[in-house]
């Protein structure tokens, strides 16, 4: 028998061998190449397959190391391509991978393992010999069963089979050619298709990599990598939801070893969804208006504009719809302002309808330009057709509030109606990082959600580029709206979506780990401020005893305050040995980040240290300096640090001795001058009220020939154990130092008791406190003292001046309980009620007094403003009169002059149509002119008619 190429396999009918033809036409078709001896295959490949495939492979797992669409399917099926046919084969079945079996048929001469791709509608599926434990459920199971016997049976028949070689029915050879014909279109499909979807993904790849910045850094973001594809969040995933009874626990096990959790899961986060597109962001004509090229919004959530007639793409703004916890599309997330696209940012708050603005950002960080100005700072200003009018600005020490009037300008016969926006600016977040404690962002968060009207629109949220500082405000507001619902918080899950929505919302590790640390201490403290009106309930609410202690509401309160954990690792200065002798408390040490620093002195080291801290006060920061007691060889540096930071007011809260130890050295003549270093301390006036001294002090640096005038309030009523018998003596002193403070500036008032902790954290604590009383008739005495205790260790020492703060509010809210609320700017009508009988005669006229002085001051005020706007609008009004009356005399000075000139060429025409001829004076002009023919110039035309007849000059 001639030997000839055959290719042989094994099917459920039995074996079949074809022509070498066919071999050709597989190694022409490209599915298989022969080497010098054996037959090489195509590796296995990976193409997807539609919804109705019955066969798909499931995604690897780590243990291939590879990862697959789950919608794909794996053909490696090698049969054995032999060359000699004299010698019976051998079938062996092997499993390639879970669903994939290679039928191997071995020859002495030659077998190599060559991948087909079956045809699932043709060919049976192949199995493994090895028995199978579970029984078969469905028609193909056992057709794999069927295929798996024939199979173990080829080897017995195999030499039939080769026997009757020559004598082989030609019906399965055509059957088998026309199913493999059919089986290479089918591939040849499958592989286009495959190679269409890898090209779409890489183009899906590229197009985010490509909106990096040239140093892969935006406003408040380390670098971000741009995946290129996008992990999506799954049901089973490794950070579900955390109760809010396990919130302390958790972030105290994911914070250890440096955040090295916190930094695992804030990796894991999906960068952006795969199919996500910027095509409108990244057009030539809006590229300029984009403030970071790699943040930009998506077209399936970005904000449309109302166009433009005739500016292309003007439908364009860097921003994006985001969801709120339950309210879809609650927030805008935009890019801070810049000068060219600030038009089109109010044209988008008119046309959102928007009425609060969150900007977490300030105008220059770190001497770069972070936003535009986007607002006057007073008065009126018109952007586009938008006008912005500054009505109210009130600063505290951790945001500004400013309110706005808006309107559209457009015709005056169609005027649209104004509306009020306000504007609510962050200001404490710093350059680098996040803010050092979440409690101003927690009342920030408040302010805005209690301002923000019902019927209002999306409420605008912008930092620098959108993302940062804006996603980590947007995911804190709705971690608390869900801990609320459900007392649960999803932040993982909640910050994925919000990605999906626009890329990189919450930027940097750091603020993911913040956004858990103002959850936690929502849920450990709650929401502690009061009006002023429910003082006296809760009052009466916390001398109750808690269920299940020993100890009532005050109690419990305190305890939490004193558990706050003091940072000896932040204090290294004032620890230092040349610095210790300097400290009179060596527990009640300043913290770095806020430690007052003193110039050095020249030739001397370690000597720009002073146990001070600057502490925040209600309106601005740094507003209080708490000193120690100056000690005698400390008095210099004290001197030098009031005159370094121009102190004005200086508060002592203690006695030189008490209980016959010093608590103080006199830091001031008893009578003339004297000079520490540099500093000449004079005294000049020396006046007793009720409960304090006033020193008046002429202060003088000597080295500079400058002076300076500085009061000094002396506080005899506080010993050192205990607390003030009353605290109409506390109200008084600071009424008074605030006075002062109005009348030389506001610079930092120096506060000292012996320490510098738990008297002058009572003193700082109840000025803010009562500060806000009167601005918006509300308090927080718990977050206050709070706050003062992460700025300055033992702040408010004992349970006795914690109470304290409490009564002293009282006190003071009962002594003007003639009004009803405390309104801002003292702006809003104060209504009076009848509780004079409780009074004394000299304190009823002293507050008759003091309530005539404000509400004089409040209609003056109100006057003012009245009148401001007033003159305003009537300026407004003349200047457009003036210039529509302007108008009309250029209008009717144009045209008379327009009329003038047209006149003077009418009369000018007249006289040169004295010099034509007409057939009517041609007669008379020849016999007047026939003494002088040459004055005429006839023109004949060709039918030797006169058509120009010119008299010549």
Known sequence: ??????????????????????????????????????????????????????????????????????????????????????????????????????????????????????????????????PRTALPTTEAEMTERNFSATMTT?????????????????????????????LLVIV???????????????????????????????????????????????????????????????????????????????????????????????KEENKEKNRYVNILPYDHSRVHLTPVEGVPDSDYINASFINGYQ?????????????????????MIWEQNTATIVMVTNLKERKECKCAQYWPDQGCWTYGNIRVSVEDVTVLVDYTVRK??????????????????????????????????????????????????????????????????????????????????????????????????RCQMVQTDMQYVFIYQALLEHYLYGDTELEVTSLEIHLQKIYNKVPGTSSNGLEEEFKKLTSIKIQNDKMRTGNLPANMKKNRVLQIIPYEFNRVIIPVKRGEENTDYVNASFIDGYRQKDSYIASQGPLQHTIEDFWRMIWEWKSCSIVMLTELEERGQEKCAQYWPSDGSVSYGDITVELKKE????????????VTNTRENKSRQIRQFHFHGWPEVGIPGDGKGMI???????????????????????????????????????????????????????????????????????????????????????????????????????????????????????????????????????????????????????????????????????????????????EEAKTFITPENLDARIEECLDNPRNYNFAIDKDGRIVKRTVLS
């Open 1 to 130: 028998m001639t030997s000839h190429s055959s290719l042989s396999f094994a099917s459920a009918s039995g074996p079949v061998n074809m022509d070498s033809w066919f071999f050709l036409l597989l190694l022409g078709s490209g599915l298989i190449s022969v080497g010098a001896n054996n037959v090489t295959t195509e590796p296995p490949i990976t193409v997807p397959t539609s919804p109705r495939s019955p066969t798909k492979a499931p995604t690897a797992g780590p243990e291939d190391g590879t990862t697959t669409s789950a919608n794909s399917l794996t053909i490696s099926t090698p049969v054995t391509v032999s060359t000699m046919a004299s010698k019976p084969p051998t079938t062996t079945a092997t499993r390639i991978s879970p669903n994939t079996t290679a039928v191997r048929l071995n020859t002495s001469t030659l077998g190599t393992t060559v991948p087909v791709p079956p045809a699932t509608s043709l060919l049976p599926s192949v199995t493994p010999s090895a």
């Open 154 to 182: 080829q080897e017995t028949s195999s030499a039939a089979h080769n026997g009757n070689s020559d004598r082989r029915d030609e019906t399965p050879i055509i059957a088998v050619m026309v199913a493999l014909s059919s």
């Open 188 to 282: 040849f499909i499958i592989i286009v298709l495959y190679m269409l979807r890898f090209k779409k993904y890489k183009q899906a790849g590229s197009h985010s990599n490509s909106f990096r910045l040239s140093n892969g850094r935006t406003d408040d973001a380390e670098p971000q990598s741009m995946p290129l594809l996008a992990r999506s969040p799954s049901t089973n995933r490794k950070y579900p939801p955390l109760p809010v009874d396990k919130l302390e626990e958790e972030i105290n096990r994911r914070m250890a070893d440096d955040n090295k959790l916190f930094r695992e899961e804030f990796n894991a986060l999906p960068a952006c969804p795969i199919q996500a597109t910027c095509e409108a962001a990244s």
């Open 327 to 347: 309210e879809k599309n609650k927030f805008i997330a935009a890019q801070g302002p810049k000068e060219e696209t600030v038009n089109d940012f109010w044209r």
């Open 404 to 501: 706005f009037c808006i309107q559209q300008v457009g015709d005056v016969t169609n005027k649209k109606p104004q509306r009020l926006v306000t504007q609510f600016h962050f200001t404490s977040w710093p350059d680098f990082g996040v803010p050092f404690t979440p409690i101003g962002m927690l009342k920030f968060l408040k302010k805005v959600k209690t301002c923000n009207p019902q019927y209002a629109g999306a409420i605008v949220v912008h930092c620098s580029a959108g993302v940062g500082r804006t996603g980590t405000f947007i995911v804190i507001d709705a971690m608390l709206d869900m801990m609320h619902a459900e007392r649960k918080v999803d932040v993982y899950g909640f910050v994925s979506r919000i990605r999906a929505q």
């Open 687 to 698: 006046e007793e009220c009720e409960s304090y001294t006033v020193r008046d002090l002429l």
């Open 732 to 910: 008084n002193i600071i009424a008074a130092v605030q006075k002062q403070q109005q009348q030389s500036g506001n610079h930092p008032i120096t506060v000292h008791c012996s320490a510098g902790a738990g008297r002058t954290g009572t003193f700082c604590a109840l000025s803010t406190v009562l500060e806000r009383v009167k601005a918006e008739g509300i308090l927080d005495v718990f977050q206050t003292v709070k706050s003062l205790r992460l700025q300055r260790p033992h702040m408010v020492q004992t349970l006795e001046q914690y109470e304290f703060c409490y009564k002293v509010v009282q006190e003071y809210i009962d002594a003007f309980s003639d009004y009803a609320n405390f309104k801002a700017e003292f702006r809003a009508e104060v209504l009076q009620k009848k509780r004079e009988a409780l009074l004394s005669q000299e304190d009823s006229a002293e507050l008759m007094e003091e309530h005539r002085r404000l509400m004089a001051w409040n209609e003056a005020e109100n006057a003012r403003q009245r009148a401001r706007r007033e003159e305003r609008i009537r300026k407004e009004e003349e200047e457009r009169k003036r210039h529509k009356l302007q108008a009309a005399e250029n209008r009717a000075r144009i045209m008379e002059a327009f009329l003038k000139e047209k006149e003077k060429e009418v009369l000018q025409l007249q």
